[in-house]
């Protein structure tokens, strides 16, 4: 199995190293205890002093006072098409930190799509697009004392509901494609040649709408996505053991500081 390293940092003084810290050891329990065995994936989690340091085969997770844009909170990729997500500093960072990480975890370049029931259709087969922490946006649980995001798992794609299965890791989720109150879930509907996205940010419940994009997307479709209903979510949703880090001896090298360059550059050009 394909070992993944995720690197956390703060681009901003108002989380220190040891906040970052404590806050990696409880990203790190939470892949290894929670969230890989469910959905076989394996990843270790680092905190950094900053983005110099980052060594080049992590994908960072970079928490921020301001973005660019309210929006641009959430995942990105570089321009070498590497993921990487950030997250706007607020008294829970910690629970966008986690969504992210999850998200990147189960679906690294935005394309993974798993077949089911349509929410509008039932006998109509469509395909979800994979964003495990999504329908369940609002929900989250402790580590080490630490709020991180519940998640969806494999079930939750299940064509009919049953008892005693797990839907979401908290049980938050009690029936399959089920979307939370601060959730969402987008599909594709080849039948119509369409994409749809539900969301329960606002009213009594879900609403459904049109996503206005090419039935193929070519590249990262959470990313195509995330252009039109991004605003959206930024004005409604939540934003949001260890390894320890180990500096290089000469300090970091010209790869590690010119790839923290080019992030700065994207960062700051808006994601």
Known sequence: MLNRHIALVSDTPAVDVAELAAVAAALQKQVLRDFGPIWGVEADVAAFASLEHIPLDYWPIIVKDDLARPEAAGYH??????????????????????HEMLEILADPWGRHMVAGSSPQHPDTRVKFLVEVCDPCSDASYEVNGIAVSDFYTPRFFDPVEARSVRYSYTGAITAPRQVLKGGYLTWYDPSVRKWWHRAWFDGPNHTDAEVPIPAIVKGNIRATIDRHFGPMRARTKKDGGAHPHRHHRDGPGAAFVNRASDLRRTIDSGG
């Open 77 to 98: 990729e570089d321009d070498l098409g590497e993921p990487y997500a950030l997250v706007r500093r607020t008294d829970d960072w910690s629970v966008t930190a986690s």
